[in-house]
């Protein structure tokens, strides 16, 4: 796809999504600009809530997830033989950016002036635009690499010393007696 802007011409390489049945995804998308829009835990509860209960909606099991400031990862596994990544990411996203977009214009807040784009379609933004990244997952090594990659991401960025002290992740669910922000299913991974 060919955007002009300016003189300067860009491409934006457009992400396939490979919807197979039984197939898991590793899925990864960014704010806007990779700001820290998800630093603040009503926004993170926000995104919490989206993501249950858009995973109750689409029958969909979440394996693992970790809210980082900048970007979200999760490892989910569509239960339907028919279903779209694309129609369940912004299932997720679409509340939460609405939700936080209209409580800044509303607010008239600093923040709001970090999501404006300059366009007039849509003249703020709170998740990067595209669908982020998007890996299928077939194996079961696999899908525990990616769940330890994922609970390891907050230590890797140096914002917790131990994954079990990031409180939104999935990591005391998978290790602990503990329950995080949101409900995974354990038992479906092991099926």
């Given at each position: 796809?060919?955007?002009?802007?300016?003189?300067?011409?860009?491409?934006?390489?457009?992400?396939?999504?490979?919807?197979?049945?039984?197939?898991?995804?590793?899925?990864?998308?960014?704010?806007?600009?990779?700001?820290?829009?998800?630093?603040?835990?009503?926004?993170?509860?926000?995104?919490?809530?989206?993501l249950a209960n858009v995973c109750i909606r689409h029958d969909v099991d979440l394996w693992a997830y970790v809210f980082m400031p900048d970007h979200v990862?999760?490892?989910?596994?569509?239960?339907?033989?028919?279903?779209?990544?694309?129609?369940?990411?912004?299932?997720?996203?679409?509340?939460?950016?609405?939700?936080?977009?209209?409580?800044?214009?509303?607010?008239?807040?600093?923040?709001?002036?970090?999501?404006?784009?300059?366009?007039?379609?849509?003249?703020?933004?709170?998740?990067?635009?595209?669908?982020?990244?998007?890996?299928?997952?077939?194996?079961?090594?696999?899908?525990?690499?990616?769940?330890?990659?994922?609970?390891?991401?907050?230590?890797?960025?140096?914002?917790?010393?131990?994954?079990?002290?990031?409180?939104?992740?999935?990591?005391?669910?998978?290790?602990?007696?503990?329950?995080?922000?949101?409900?995974?299913?354990?038992?479906?991974f092991y099926h």
């Amino acid at each position: 796809m060919k955007i002009e802007l300016g003189i300067k011409e860009v491409y934006r390489k457009r992400r396939k999504n490979w919807d197979h049945p039984a197939h898991a995804h590793a899925l990864t998308f960014s704010c806007y600009h990779n700001r820290p829009f998800l630093r603040k835990p009503s926004v993170c509860a926000m995104l919490a809530e989206s993501l249950a209960n858009v995973c109750i909606r689409h029958d969909v099991d979440l394996w693992a997830y970790v809210f980082m400031p900048d970007h979200v990862h999760l490892l989910i596994h569509p239960q339907q033989v028919k279903y779209s990544i694309a129609t369940f990411l912004q299932a997720v996203k679409q509340p939460v950016s609405r939700r936080v977009i209209r409580f800044h214009k509303e607010n008239q807040t600093p923040q709001l002036a970090q999501m404006c784009t300059g366009q007039q379609k849509q003249p703020y933004r709170f998740w990067q635009a595209g669908g982020g990244y998007d890996r299928n997952i077939i194996s079961p090594d696999t899908a525990w690499n990616e769940i330890h990659y994922i609970h390891q991401n907050p230590v890797r960025r140096k914002y917790v010393a131990q994954p079990a002290d990031w409180v939104y992740s999935s990591y005391k669910d998978w290790n602990t007696d503990q329950q995080g922000p949101v409900k995974i299913d354990k038992n479906s991974f092991y099926h």
